[in-house]
């Protein structure tokens, strides 16, 4: 990260937050999956929620983007409820890349990052030049523009993905939230991934992730928020957040934490019954 590029939050200032829960339980039918949560997004920052699995991580993302509306409590973007606002208006704010989304068959790159402009449009307000040129902005950013007439179809996971984040940024927003953008894809293609999301930060963007990868997440985030049951377990930097303590805590596993020697970032060394070489428990950390 460049020095030009830190934001206000990273050098402590007290930035009010674009995008918040307040009180939220939310849940499914009967099943309560968040009791009562609140957190509150930093802007300027890449923030990952991570957690064990059905913790309501997903869950969390969804009802900031208001696609799950909460049986109590509030969320709040950029100072309003969010539950009273009109969809156009949200989506003008706030785009969302929900996890593993499906085309149209035979729909084009560049008709499916396109689609991310109807917010803008009305009977009023019809296609123009302005929007031409921020979809051709969009594919430019995300290395896709070379593919605009190809069919998403026939792309490659990795692709796909960064032709969705494109049809994301062309809504115009700053604030992006991705559910698992790295999901089906090998690790190449998730660096790849998520070397875009970092560019898009550098760039202004407040983003918000679901990861399951560990160590992807704290290499990637400025902001960890870790979930457990449905609540907030602990949240902050990864370098104040990762400990062994904690990994036992929310995942109930045995691991060492050591620096990462290329990322300065907390580093994750799971410990299984086999194939440890040394005694972890004495080991200098």
């Known amino acids: ?52 699995n059905g913790c309501g991580k997903s869950t969390l993302l969804r009802t900031l983007s208001r696609l799950l509306k909460p049986n109590k409590g ?16 949200v989506a003008k704010k706030l785009g969302l890349l929900p996890q593993a989304p499906v085309a149209p068959e035979g729909l084009t790159v560049s ?52 032709v969705w984040i494109s049809m994301t940024l062309a809504q115009g927003t700053d604030l992006l939230l991705l ?13 790849d991934v998520l070397d875009l999301v970092d ?31 449905g609540a907030v377990l ?3 930097h990864p370098r104040d957040v990762i400990t062994a303590e904690l990994l036992d805590e929310a995942f109930g596993l045995r691991a060492r934490v050591i620096e990462d020697p290329v990322g300065r970032r907390p580093l994750i060394v799971p410990i299984g019954r086999t194939h440890a070489q040394l005694d972890w428990n004495h080991a200098e950390l």
Do not use: F, K
């Open 179 to 191: 559910d698992e953008p790295t999901t089906y894809l090998d690790l190449a293609h998730a660096i």
């Open 199 to 229: 560019d898009l930060h550098e760039s202004g963007c407040t983003v918000v992730m679901v990861l399951h990868d560990l160590n992807l997440a704290t290499r990637y985030s400025d902001h960890l928020v870790v979930m457990r049951q």
């Open 1 to 52: 990260m460049s020095v030009q590029s830190v934001t206000a939050a990273e050098r402590g200032v007290d930035v009010p937050s674009r995008l918040a829960a307040e009180g939220v339980t939310v849940g499914y039918g009967a099943r309560t999956v968040i009791d009562d949560l609140d957190v509150a997004i930093p802007p300027g920052l890449i923030t990952t929620i991570i957690g064990p």
């Open 234 to 236: 602990a949240q902050g």
């Open 111 to 162: 008709d499916l990052v396109a689609r991310g402009r109807h917010p803008h449009q009305s009977w009023l307000r019809q296609w123009s030049s302005d929007d031409a040129a921020v979809v051709e902005r969009a594919l430019a950013m995300t290395g896709v523009s070379d593919l605009a007439d190809r069919p998403v179809d026939a792309l490659s996971g990795g692709q796909r993905q960064r």
């Open 74 to 89: 509030t969320v709040v973007l950029d100072g309003e409820d969010i539950a009273g606002l009109r969809t156009r208006d």
